[in-house]
């Protein structure tokens, strides 16, 4: 039964690194898309404001997609989730709501909440590498402790 369970989980875990792979190609293929889009279609300017954002946008979104990437191929390797590559995914998923944000259509209460999510996890990230580093960290030059 135990086999069968992980022979179900990496059979999962294949398929997923199978469909982020195609979101990747095809975020990647928009991107073109909307970069050819921008520059027969708009003015310089135009571009800059209508184009622009929206790329960085589908930019960020790719970043987060390879670390998901980075995520799930760590836990075929290991078979251990790495919690500090999560973080920093959820960190910069929060990141990019932050720079893509627009404040005129928004309210106080959605800023607060994104300021408060982005110290969250910044504070959870810290703690993560304050407790791991101590454990693991090794003098230059000097052998590991057995």
Do not use: C, N
């Not at 390797?77 to 590559?85: A, G, S």
């Not at 990230?125 to 057995?146: D, M, Q, T």
């Amino acid at each position: 039964m135990e086999r069968y369970l992980k022979t179900l989980q990496r059979g999962i875990i294949y398929f997923t690194l199978f469909i982020i792979s195609i979101l990747l190609v095809l975020a990647m293929v928009d991107v073109f898309v909307k970069l050819y889009d921008g520059f027969v279609s708009y003015t310089f300017r135009d571009f800059i404001e209508v184009q622009y954002p929206q790329l960085i946008d589908v930019f960020l979104v790719i970043i987060i997609g390879v670390e998901l990437l980075e995520t799930i191929k760590g836990f075929l390797m290991d078979e251990i989730l790495h919690v500090e590559l999560v973080v920093l995914v959820a960190i910069i998923a929060t990141s990019r709501k932050v720079i893509v944000y627009e404040v005129s259509k928004k309210g106080i209460e959605d800023i607060i909440s994104l300021a408060v999510m982005l110290v969250a996890l910044a504070v959870t990230y810290w703690i993560i590498k304050a407790s791991y580093g101590k454990k693991y960290r090794v003098k230059l030059g000097s052998k590991p402790k057995e």
